[in-house]
């Protein structure tokens, strides 16, 4: 929408580049830039065109400013491409302790862990997420993880969960 015409690369491949978002960025008010929708478009951009280190940066900057759960999911995929998950791992594990549970931070620390192929801790805090909320996307993580544990049946069952599962308007 809008915020893709200011932030190129916010719903896909940016095609103006890093020095178009970098100005794009730039011209945003100060107080518009913590605004989650704001930052969360300009992460995406971030993304888009290969900076995810700086999105997860700026991200987990404004998350220990302003706690928000569901920038928290955007933090996660902008640390996907890391060379070293542990440092995001210890992160998200603070937050645990600082914050509290919700379905976000479950699943950020399951599929966190899921990465390390710490396949039982990805299980715990997964199945912890889905006791708070069953989510799809909880489903098929849980899904992932037992696939990645080698128990087909088990991760097959969430699958299907998962692919039945309506998620409840957040």
């Not at 890093?18 to 971030?46: F, M, T, Y």
């Not at 710490?118 to 899904?143: F, M, N």
């Not at 097959?156 to 692919?163: D, E, G, H, T």
């Amino acid at each position: 929408g809008r915020l893709a015409t200011v932030f190129p690369g916010a719903n896909g491949p940016a095609t103006d580049g890093a020095a178009e978002l970098a100005a794009r960025w730039a011209a945003v008010p100060r107080g518009l830039k913590s605004h989650p929708d704001c930052l969360r478009a300009h992460a995406r951009g971030l993304m888009a065109v290969g900076d995810g280190k700086r999105a997860e940066r700026e991200l987990r900057r404004n998350l220990e400013r302003a706690w928000d759960p569901q920038l928290l999911l955007d933090w996660e995929a902008a640390t996907r491409d890391a060379t070293e998950p542990r440092g995001h791992l210890a992160v998200a594990e603070r937050w645990l302790r600082e914050q509290g549970e919700s379905w976000q931070l479950l699943l950020v620390l399951g599929r966190l862990c899921r990465r390390l192929e710490i396949r039982g801790k990805s299980r715990d805090y997964l199945e912890q997420a889905l006791r708070l909320a069953p989510r799809p996307e909880v489903y098929a993580e849980l899904g992932e993880t037992l696939t990645a544990a080698g128990d087909p049946l088990g991760a097959v069952r969430y699958y299907r969960q998962a692919a039945g599962a309506v998620a409840p308007a957040s």
